[in-house]
């Protein structure tokens, strides 16, 4: 568990820093941060979101803390300069599942680190200008038209209540018949655009049903611990990029998985060990009952 969490970890690191490099060197405060020229930015923070919370809590926890800082400082740098709000709403529950288990030392240091993390990260070049206009035009365009988005997902919803429109189908029924019946701005009139939330899609593509076999699926490997060292870092992970999943669609993304089945797996071997823990005591061998 561990050398695959510090692999991915050092990877995205590797990949802030070229992110970094590049917003240095482009529009500042005004251009997003991002690995490559293409790439969303949004999916740039998502890639991210699973070092911070590493680096955050093997800085904490962890023997080797000092490069558990610089990928912590590294990879909150890129989150912060990619503008992504979807990203920097899911890092504010990190906190509130790291600091619980530690001891009032360590939680009083976290939060220094925390705070320091962020104070760091603004003193970039133009990320206080970055900042402030991604904050200022959230409301006025709607998060970039995602409240449109899921209003026309309301009136896809009405045609197909109990069964959904069909796996992965989002984007074909937002058509712009359904956008004029939403009574839609033309701000949001593109046809075959994707949910951006991880519960209206899957209520819409997969109807109410489909929606409570995924909260019964993702939800319990966010809220239970799970096993092990590596537990917390696992959960605080899954449950940042779920809460992220709420803004942006990441459900198709590697790196999701990956933390799911790594949740699962801890999840699994928490419930052996409980029913181990909960067995009679072996019988040596020469040793008879009765």
Known sequence: ???????YSISAAAAAVIGTVSYLQTGLGITRGATFQDQDPAQFAAVLIPGVVFG???????????PAVWIAIITTIGVVISGTRGAWVALTIVPLLILPHLS???????IGA???????????????????????NALSTG????TDIWSAGLTIYEKAPVLGVGFANFPVAYTPAVVREAGLSAY????FRAPHNLAVGTLIELGPIGLFL?????????IRRGWGPDATTVRATLASLLVMAMFLDIMNRKQVWLVIGLAAGL?????????????????SPGQHEG
């Open 1 to 7: 568990m561990r050398p695959i969490l510090w692999a």
């Open 56 to 66: 955050i809590h093997e800085a904490e926890n962890g023997s080797r803390r000092l």
């Open 104 to 110: 009032a030392r360590r939680r009083a240091l976290a």
């Open 114 to 136: 925390i705070a320091a993390l962020v104070v760091i990260s603004f003193q970039l070049p133009g990320v206080s200008m970055l900042f402030a206009n991604r904050t200022g």
């Open 143 to 146: 998060g970039s038209g995602r």
């Open 188 to 191: 949001s009139a593109q046809a």
């Open 214 to 222: 995924v909260a019964l699926f993702l939800l319990p490997l966010a």
């Open 267 to 283: 999840a699994y071997v928490g419930r052996m060990k409980a029913q181990a823990d909960r067995l009679p005591g072996d019988v």
